[in-house]
């Protein structure tokens, strides 16, 4: 397929492609990685009169550690994050994550912006940036703002993004030591969507028990799930096998799939439960020191 006509716009400041999108109002399109805006638009799902380019921004792609965060530029490519080694051994949680996006293909051009910014309850750093507590920044005509991750989805492809703001970093809290996380992804062959995907962080005291806790769930929802009641029955506990198996029941318990050639409503819960327990098991592990 072939997309319909648009005008392509290429900024060379932050600033002129924010003016760009607020003169071109809705029938204008930010463009990064592309890998899943140039499919939707080729298959004409997306009609856009107008693309911005921000690929040749400056000072959008980087991975660093300031004043208590992480903060990765929107430009970011997952084949970065695939080969930082600040993200293999402080973040063993998002090197899972872009390590399973589609192919290396993919992963050369796919940003970590563009992926959040889409909005696709499919895509696969949204539950992980739940699990991890992240927050955006965004950059608009008022300046920036920072929108945080529980916030900032608000249904299938839709964000709390302004047509006229664009997504310029991504801030994750450091973790306290004794802290670990895991993305596990179910999919039908490599680079396929989700059938369903847990991201969980866990974070342990001296005695072992469960100080903190979050549970993201991919494509089993209109957005990506927080799976509350799981991390509640956590916090305060060991992470014992029979406490990790409540918080998988709540975790499915929690998601809203609904049924497709992927499989029914009730299949994927059952593969939820069980990615869950999986997730909880290695986050554990690497709190302990393991990998």
């Known amino acids: 397929m072939i997309p319909g006509t648009f005008e392509y716009h290429k900024p060379s400041t932050l600033d002129e492609a924010v003016a760009l999108l607020a003169s071109l109002g809705d029938d204008a399109k930010v463009l990064s990685g592309g890998q899943s805006l140039i ?22 792609d980087y991975i ?23 993200i293999k051994s402080k973040y ?34 949204p ?17 920036s703002r920072t929108i945080g991750i529980d916030d900032f989805f608000l ?14 970093e991504i801030r994750i809290p450091v973790p306290p030591a004794n802290s670990g996380g895991a993305y596990i992804k179910f999919e039908r062959k490599v680079g396929d969507f989700a059938i369903a995907a847990v991201a969980a962080t866990v974070t342990l005291d001296g005695s072992g028990k469960c100080v903190k806790a979050g549970i993201g769930l991919t494509n089993v929802g209109p957005t990506p799930v927080r799976a ?3 991390e509640e029955a956590l916090i305060g ?8 198996a409540t918080a998988g029941r709540l975790a499915s318990e929690a998601s ?9 409503e009730e299949y994927k819960r059952a593969v939820v439960e069980v990615l869950t327990k999986r997730a909880l098991h290695k986050a554990k592990a690497r709190a302990e020191g393991g990998k």
């Open 39 to 60: 499919p939707m638009m080729k298959f004409r799902l997306a009609e856009p009169a107008n693309l911005v380019d921000i690929n040749g921004l400056e000072g959008l």
């Open 64 to 86: 660093r550690e300031a004043d208590g965060y992480l903060t990765i530029g929107a430009l970011t490519r997952e084949a970065e994050l695939d080969r930082s080694d600040l």
């Open 92 to 125: 063993p949680i998002i090197h899972d994550t872009a390590h399973v996006i589609a192919d290396p293909q993919v992963r050369n051009l796919a940003t970590i912006g563009g992926n959040l910014a889409h909005g696709d309850p499919a895509n696969d750093h």
């Open 127 to 143: 539950a992980t940036m739940v699990a991890l507590g992240a927050e955006v920044v965004v950059f608009g005509p008022n300046g």
């Open 155 to 168: 249904g299938p492809l839709a964000t709390a993004l302004k047509a006229n703001e664009i997504l310029t």
């Open 228 to 230: 509350k009641a799981a």
């Open 237 to 244: 506990n060991p992470l014992t096998d029979d406490n990790i």
């Open 256 to 264: 809203q799939p609904v049924g497709d050639q992927r499989g029914s």
